[in-house]
T-cell receptor, first 115, second 111 residues
Framework: GAVVSQHPSRVICKSGTSVKIECRSL??????MFWYRQFPKQSLMLMAT?????????EQGVEKDKFLINHASLTLSTLTVTSAHPEDSSFYIC???????????FGPGTRLLVL | GDSVTQMEGPVTLSEEAFLTINCTYT??????LFWYVQYPGEGLQLLLK?????DKGSNKGFEATYRKETTSFHLEKGSVQVSDSAVYFC??????????FGTGTSLTVIP
């Protein structure tokens, strides 16, 4: 299957700082990328869907000004957690899809810990 | 709306036991169905999928059959191994690629 990478795999930051997480599709052009959040021992919660070159669509309850998503190219999407707080600590997973492919390819996830 | 209901865990089995993890779904159209596996500290990996009714997905000894009449996609394996210990997620996807995940079932296999 296709390969999706995430960077960094783990990040620890101080409260109030911003953190950027990158999601790259390595061997295909991802027209759509998805960002999920996973709390311990829970399922994935879709945060937003981004299509290349357009604004992301956020799920209800997700603050778009706090979780900035950029999908500037067909191989890269970024999630920036602005002014992070301890309650933002979580496992963030991206996935990538393409038109005509009814499968998403998941990145390995980024574990964020805000102190 | 679309949704997935998955058997709650955790599930603990002895090595070589038979595994079943139940999954049922609700969908407005004709979804594709998936099982993903998540090993500790890692992201999700696609385990198997089925794209239409009566299809059987299989991989690494795991199987699941897309049953439209019962709206189910139960995961089975005849003989589990310690290395199968992980969290298993059932999911569906319709047109537009949005995925709906179940809550996950944690499996622990003991020697």
């Amino acid at each position: 299957g296709a390969v999706v990478s995430q960077h960094p795999s783990r990040v620890i930051c101080k409260s109030g700082t911003s953190v950027k997480i990158e999601c790259r599709s390595l061997d295909f052009q991802a027209t759509t990328m998805f960002w999920y959040r996973q709390f311990p021992k829970q399922s994935l919660m879709l945060m937003a869907t981004s299509n290349e070159g357009s604004k992301a669509t956020y799920e209800q309850g997700v603050e778009k000004d706090k979780f900035l998503i950029n999908h500037a190219s067909l191989t890269l999407s970024t999630l920036t957690v602005t002014s992070a707080h301890p309650e933002d600590s979580s496992f963030y997973i991206c996935s990538a899809g393409a038109q005509g492919i009814q499968t998403q390819y998941f990145g390995p996830g980024t574990r964020l810990l805000v102190l | 709306g679309d949704s997935v209901t998955q058997m709650e865990g955790p599930v603990t089995l002895s090595e070589e036991a038979f595994l079943t993890i139940n999954c049922t779904y609700t969908a407005t159209g004709y979804p594709s169905l998936f099982w993903y596996v998540q090993y500790p500290g890692e992201g999700l990996q696609l385990l198997l999928k089925a794209t239409k009714a009566d299809d059987k997905g299989s991989n690494k000894g795991f199987e699941a059959t897309y049953r439209k009449e019962t709206t189910s996609f139960h995961l089975e394996k005849g003989s589990v191994q310690v290395s199968d210990s992980a969290v298993y997620f059932c999911a569906l996807s319709e047109v537009g690629n949005q995925f709906y995940f179940g809550t996950g079932t944690s499996l622990t296999v003991i020697p």
